[in-house]
């Protein structure tokens, strides 16, 4: 895939370990720069998510963690002004090649917010949404299968199985971010993107959501942002740690914690940011 | 701090017992009083004569009820309005075939697709001045524009399209503000699913701003049945029903309610009462089934 657009000279050389181990980069940033209009929020990024991990983005509020978590799916399209340089590679593949249909992507990066955004239709009909809209099954057998699996994939099946048809809107709040979590899982994806999914939620239910993101690494590539650094260390295995669009430090989340290579990562260990 | 100003302090009257403040505290409950006893008052004022109308029309209109006075027309053998229901029927259904989906789909528009800029400001500001226009210069203007140069003739068409003129705005405002409601992250969960933008809309946007289009389009229709001068340039007035959709005339409520009652002729007289009493009944049933229905769609 050939990348049309130009690709500006690098900046000073970065701080970046690439993590070892047996995983393959599932996606790869080369040179990634991202603006709103003139300001570029995110500065030539280049960093590796491997297949099969957590990997978290990590940084002070304005950093551009969400911002760079958002090109991983094109969310940021949208967003009038928005431009990027460089490359993101899902499998060697440019996904901001001209070719690239952001519709399909998304079925491949799938997405969870921070604050629950549960349909206000019935919990059957919220994990169905996917699906249907995809065809991806084709009896009523089929679909209620997928849904009862990716609410199992979700923890969520044993609280919501007997009132399926009820709305979503009824159940708490954590409830609500593991349905999405299953809504999300029902499109059968290749990535989960995190943005924050356990900020909005009380402490319970935030460790049932750190659970569920370490069984979910098993079968899917995470991607997890967070401003909680114990969670980031809980739960990560390669953290990223941004600092005003630039990419200031990654590696494996032990080397970033306990043996910080930039004083700005160690400033921010330290709560002193 | 002085002995004396503590010592002051320590023995003053705390606040919810000072005079002052228990004064006021009465005063407070007496104008209380006042502004409900006035606000109670105005309400009764408002539903007394309203009573007292619906009263008469109920009295009048159903001494002379029966089926048929519902059927027939003012000069079948036994009078009746049932020409004019016919009438009132193609023509809410005609305005409506036209008004609604136009308005919900450029209410979908300018809350979706639109960017934004100034034409799609001029066109909201276009649909606000549609509204204030008032309704007997619209049946004018398409009295000129359909039953002449078109020449359509006085006909239910030329009558629809007026009516719809003057139902759009409602449909295409409050259908714009409606969507607008939606919440952003609904509409993100969506696309993050891979959802295409029309598909967001058909399947979850739609169906959450329901209750909010439905309030549009009963205001509509309850102004279409309402409307008079429109109709009566646009469409005269007939006692029988209509041959075809253009160059014949049709009969309406609104013009039996108008013309008849002031006939030379008693029973004229009767029918107008009893065409009004028809006319509220349907409004009634109307904003009954209405609030039945968006209960039902609200309890999502």
Redesign the interface.
């Known amino acids: 895939m050939m990348n049309e657009r130009e690709v500006s000279q690098p900046a000073a050389p970065q701080a970046q370990s690439q993590p070892s181990g047996p995983s393959n980069a599932l996606i790869k940033l080369v040179d990634f720069s991202a603006y709103y209009g003139n300001l570029e929020v995110l500065k030539h990024i280049n960093l590796s998510i491997d297949e099969k991990r957590i990997t978290v983005f990590m940084g002070p509020s304005g950093c551009g963690k969400s911002t760079l978590v958002r090109t991983l799916?094109r969310?940021n399209d949208g967003v009038p002004g928005f431009r990027t340089h460089g490359q993101i590679l899902l499998e060697g593949q440019d996904i901001y090649a001209p070719e690239v249909d952001p519709?399909?992507?998304?079925?491949r990066v799938?997405?969870v917010?921070q604050?629950p955004?549960?349909?206000?239709?019935s919990i059957y009909d919220n994990v169905a949404?996917?699906p249907r809209?995809?065809k991806l099954t084709k009896s009523k057998v089929e679909l209620d299968a997928l849904v009862a699996e990716s609410l199992q994939k979700a923890a969520l099946w044993d609280e919501v199985k007997d009132r399926l048809g009820k709305?979503a809107?009824g159940l708490s709040g954590g409830q609500q971010q593991r349905l999405?979590i299953a809504?999300?899982l029902a499109?059968k994806p290749e990535v989960l993107l995190m943005d924050e999914p356990a900020s909005a939620l009380d402490p319970g239910s935030t460790s049932k959501v750190e659970e569920l993101m370490v069984e979910l690494k098993e079968h899917y590539t995470v991607v997890l942002v967070t401003h909680n650094m114990q969670q980031a260390a809980r739960v990560g295995t390669n953290v990223a740690f941004l600092y005003k669009g630039d990419l200031v430090e990654f590696g494996p989340a032990s080397d970033v914690f306990e043996n910080p290579k930039s004083p700005l990562t160690e400033k921010y260990i330290r709560g002193i940011l | 701090m002085s002995e004396d100003l503590v010592r002051a302090a320590a023995t003053a009257t705390p606040t919810w017992k000072h005079p002052g403040v228990v004064a006021n505290h009465r005063l407070r409950k007496v104008r209380s009083l006042i502004v409900g006893g006035l606000c109670v008052a105005c309400v009764v004022a408002i539903l007394l004569p309203l009573g007292d109308m619906l009263y008469m029309f109920a009295y009048r209109g159903l001494q002379v009820i029966s089926i048929a006075r519902l059927m027939g027309s003012p000069i079948s053998s036994t009078p009746g309005i049932g020409n004019a229901i016919v009438g009132t029927a193609i023509l809410t259904a005609l305005s409506g075939a036209i008004a609604i989906p136009l308005g919900i789909l450029g209410g979908v528009y300018m809350a979706e697709f639109s960017s934004g800029g100034r034409f799609s400001e001029a066109l909201r500001f276009a649909a606000d001045v549609l509204a204030g226009v008032p309704s007997i210069v619209l049946g004018y203007v398409c009295f000129l524009a359909f039953v002449i140069y078109l020449n359509f003739g006085y006909s239910a068409l030329a009558a629809g399209i007026a009516l719809a003129i003057v139902m759009f705005p409602y449909v295409f405002r409050t259908t714009e503000i409606a969507i607008r409601r939606v919440?952003e992250?609904?509409k993100?969960?969506?696309?993050?699913?891979?959802?295409?933008k029309t598909?967001m809309i058909n399947?979850?946007v739609l169906?959450?701003a329901l209750p909010g289009i439905m309030t549009g389009v009963l205001l509509a229709l309850g102004i279409s049945l309402s409307e008079t001068a429109p109709l009566l340039y646009t469409a005269n007035f007939a006692n029988y029903n209509p041959t075809s959709l253009f160059h014949s005339q049709l009969g309406y409520l609104t013009g039996v309610i108008y013309l008849f009652y002031t006939s030379n002729l008693p029973f004229d007289v009767q029918l107008s009462y009893l065409a009004t009493f028809v006319l509220i009944m349907i409004v009634l049933v109307l904003n009954i089934v209405a609030r039945i229905g968006l209960k039902r769609f609200s309890k999502?």
Do not use: D, Q, Y
């Open positions: 799916n969310m519709v399909l992507l998304k079925t799938g997405m917010f604050k955004n549960p349909f206000p239709i949404f996917g809209i995809h709305s809107w999405c809504r999300a499109v | 919440p992250s609904i993100e969960g969506a696309i993050a699913l891979g959802s295409t598909t399947k979850l169906r959450f999502i």
